[in-house]
């Protein structure tokens, strides 16, 4: 992963993030298991190990880190309530 993060396409759009987003978080993940995590799992996850990234213009969301619960549509398009 620290491969991906300084080299190609990821380390040229990074920096321009702190313009473009109004909220962003990350989280340290360890999987087990090769399956990919739920959605709801993701969610409680970052809930609780996540942290808020730094962006210029921060939405009220952001500086409370309010993640919005997701949801799952049948073509797998996602939503945020």
Known sequence: MKSFTVCGVHRTIMP???????????????QDSPQEPTWEEVHQRMQRDGRASKVNHPS????????????????????FK
Not at 16 to 30: N, P, Q
Not at 62 to 74: I, K, W
Request: a positive charge.
């Open 16 to 30: 321009k993030l702190l313009e473009w987003c109004d909220e962003a978080s990350v989280a340290r993940w360890t």
């Open 60 to 79: 009220e969301a952001h500086r409370r880190f309010d993640l919005p619960t997701l949801q799952v549509r049948r073509s797998r398009e996602l939503r």
